[in-house]
């Protein structure tokens, strides 16, 4: 079988739920073999996760090589790789997580290797196959590579990720990284303060909150707490400096698919709806029963955020027990 | 910048599952409005030392968006338009708009927005760096520029960065880089004056075959309409039984 590349998305070497869809992914193709880019005193226990769902290989390429650079680094780093991997029969396909690196990423390595570029896939089938949401979720698109090795980046929540026993057979990859690369430089990075909540684009449940909230959130979050989801936010209620920009879901923000979105106090703009409208059940509590939102949801309350989501938190609680 | 589809419109698909770029009123992508905002921002800032070329790739019409930038007060734009060109992917996309920056000459900036309002792959600015052999800078939501030093910020995935970088790069800027300027009626006539140039693929040294849907690197093979949402259960609020309401369809479902 031939192997297929996967870079994995870790933060500190902690591997995110994306990364064990894409090798879930990975294995309907070839034979997985899993790319992290990371410190090489991580690579063992990193390797023990991916391990579990099925990666035969794992592909170390310490930091310090690509560290401190944007993505130009890590695309010489991969079209190296992915001239050594694979033996004769070359890779089966090379796989991104569809985060805004992954794609650029990606990008790069398919002008250096001549190869087609699919990006945000919600699902990848044998041949491969893609499948992509487009405009705004109102068309589903099936495509192909057609020349070179497949690159495809796939979106969070495009597959239920599967459990098999890999090998898991770590091999150090030392890239040459020219210096023409190493020109975008990163002079300072500041994590975000963990909220404590699941991470937005891979929660099962989002809870997000626009200019209905009037600025207060609480209720939004409150609310979010009592089903353990994560809280994002509409452009307007970020441009009113209510909530930090890496809570927007939309077509600026983040786009979210996740089994349940609850949208409070938002319109339903087109451009929200880009980031949120392949959600599996969707529901709206708005208090103008003509909002636009209320084409799209599921189960809709025409009502005032601030009494019914306090009072459904209270009801959820209750149920709880 | 990219002349594409209003998504505010019912936007589809030709039979050849190319993007119906016709039956719908097209529009400079909003989100290319930023790009164009920052290019005259950071001119106005080095007092007319540089001049700001917009640079679009399309059909006939896509010379509204170059017309647009000019409105908002470009220099001159550049609209490359040749028929072979029509279904060309992300690869070709960047093939056509590098050879075009080659040809303009020395560019110190080439800015993109983050993503077209059709596509939004947000890949061509990364790719148009590859094939320019220049650095990419992208996602920036607060640019500046001093000499031939830019600095930006932007908020990655899990974090807020600072990124340097020497000129020439290739920049993308996000909504977050504040309004772009709504063409004032002096800038309306002011454009009409300004040149605008036509490039064919022959002009760019481009062979027909080396871009369009026959030979793009990955093709559509099938689109589907969504089927619209079936209508969902409406209820409205009176003393309470909203949330209770609420709280019973999430029971129903299992998210409780
Ligand atoms: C280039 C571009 C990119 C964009 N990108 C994004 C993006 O990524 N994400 C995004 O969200 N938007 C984006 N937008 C903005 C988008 O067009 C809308 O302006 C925005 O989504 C509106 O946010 P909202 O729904 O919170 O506010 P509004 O449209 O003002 O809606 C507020 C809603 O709250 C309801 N409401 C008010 N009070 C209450 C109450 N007490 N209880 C219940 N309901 C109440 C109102 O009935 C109304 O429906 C973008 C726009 C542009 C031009």
Known sequence: MSEVLVVIDHAEGEVKKPTYELLTIARRLGEPSAVFFGSADKADAVAEKVKKYGAEKVYVIDDADVEGYLVAPKAEAMQQLAEKAGGEGGLAAILF?????GKEVAA????????????????????PVTTQSVFAGSYTVTAKVTKGTPIITVKPNSAAPEETEGAAAVEAFTPTISDGAKTAQIIASQPRQSTGRPDLTEAAIVVSGGRGTGGNFEPIENFADSLGAAVGASRAAVDSGWMPHAFQVGQTGKTVSPQLYVANGISGAIQHRAGMQTSKTIVAVNKDDEAPIFELVD???????????????EEITKRKG | MKYVPDATADRQFESDNTV?????????????EYAVEQALQLKEKTEGEHEVIALCVGPEKAVDAARKAL??????????????IAGSDYVATSLVLAKAIEKIGTCDLVVCGMASTDASGSVVPAMLAERLNLPQVTLASVVEAQGDQVRIKRDNEGSTEVIGATLPIVLSVTDQTGEARYPSFKGIMAAKKKPLETLSLSDLGIEADQVGLAVAWSQVEETTERPPRTAGEIVTDEDGSGAVALAEFLASKKFI
Do not use: C, N
């Open chain 1, 97 to 101: 997580p569809s985060s805004f690196e």
């Open chain 1, 108 to 127: 790069r390595l398919a002008i250096k290797i001549e190869s087609g570029l699919i990006t945000d896939a919600v699902d990848v089938q044998e041949g």
């Open chain 1, 299 to 313: 189960f809709g309350v025409v009502g005032d955020l601030h009494t019914v989501l306090p009072a459904a938190t």
């Open chain 2, 20 to 32: 119906d770029r016709v039956g719908v009123d097209g529009l400079l992508s909003e989100l290319d």
């Open chain 2, 71 to 84: 409105q908002m007060g470009a220099d001159r734009a550049v609209h490359v338009v040749d028929d072979a």
